[in-house]
């Protein structure tokens, strides 16, 4: 809380004297703001701002109630900040007005204009804002040619649907401002991110669209409390795969398993694949092989070469196919020349490991598709079909 200085007024009493009224003239906030704002402190900035018979102090009261944090203080609605003592209503509106102001600046300054280089780029401009509404709100970010931010426009607040979503009026701001590309942001206020079946119908819906009026959708992301989910990383409701992707905007590789009804349902990150053994890392054999970038298998492709005891007999071994996989991998690659997916085919000699111990040789049709990893690096995934 503010410290109260108490000065002799008359012998035997005391009296509060504002704390800028002890400084003098020069070094008093607006002063201090007038001469060279960027010099000055937050406090001071903020008591310039809110005037009053003690600027200072409420300032100061205005900051301990957000502990300090500036990011509280623009999320914070405007009734709250209203309620610290010495703030009102007036005053909550002038705080309001200078957040919004200093973000239009940002976006409308053309050097200094935030660029979306990732998901993670575009949930940090709202994430901290959004996670925090009690109800729904859509919003759409607005990108020139270059992925650079032009504006920020909120759609809808309340229940997000695809019957109440229309999408020509989600197009309207990005016309008028002739946006290259748009990227939807809502939020779920029950703080879990996962979106649901109307998220990927709007989506899908707004994809489309957007083609039509040679708009790129660039991704929509679903807000919940100190997480993001990217429906584009996760092929909800995009076409494309994760390497046809608009160039400036990197995602992080995932590996999709089950499909139902054309959406995919599960999606891992790569470190989280390999962690969960989704992925298996082969980049040590891969790289005697030619291959200059970490590389993977699939689950389902390790559990296919790895051989039974009666394989193992007949002098199969896992490492011996493992290394057909990736060499004929390479080789494909050469022939792919600068294609991210190049398909191939690998013979296996395989054995029934119970009677009558039957032998034969199957032929194992694999996609090697490189894409960006986790922090957008180069990496190489060789699986079945169905796996990516």
Partial sequence: MCQML??????????????????????????RVSARADACTIIELLAALLGGPQPIETADALLAHFNGRLSD??????HEIADIPGIGQQNAARIRAAVELGLRLMLNTEEDRPTIHSPADAAGMLQHEMSALEQEH????????????????????????SAQVRVAELFKPAIQRMSAAIILVHNHPSGDPTPSPDDVAVT???????????????????????????????????????????PGYRLRLARYSIQEDDDLIYAYTRSQALEDGVLVDVSQMASEAGFRYPTAITADLHARITP?????????????????????????????GTHDRCSFEVNLFEADEAPPDHTHRSTLSLWMVVGPGDQGEPVITIGFPEDF
């Fill in 6 to 31: 108490l000065l002799p007024d008359k012998p035997g009493n005391t009296k509060y004297t504002p704390k800028h009224k002890l400084l003098p003239l020069r070094e008093r906030p607006v002063e």
């Fill in 73 to 78: 203080l623009r999320r914070a609605p405007a």
């Fill in 138 to 161: 859509l919003r759409v970010i607005l990108l020139d040619t270059r992925n650079r931010v032009i504006d920020i426009v909120e759609i809808y607040h309340g229940s997000l649907n």
């Fill in 204 to 246: 899908r819906a707004v994809v489309q669209a957007g083609k039509l009026l040679d708009i790129d959708t660039l991704d929509h992301l679903v807000i919940g409390r100190g997480r993001f989910v990217s429906l584009k990383e996760r092929g909800l409701g995009f076409d494309g795969r994760v390497s046809e992707m608009r």
């Fill in 308 to 336: 039974n005891e009666r394989e193992k007999a007949l002098g199969q071994s896992y490492e011996g196919r493992l290394w057909d996989v990736v060499f004929l991998a390479s080789f494909a690659t050469r022939q792919a």
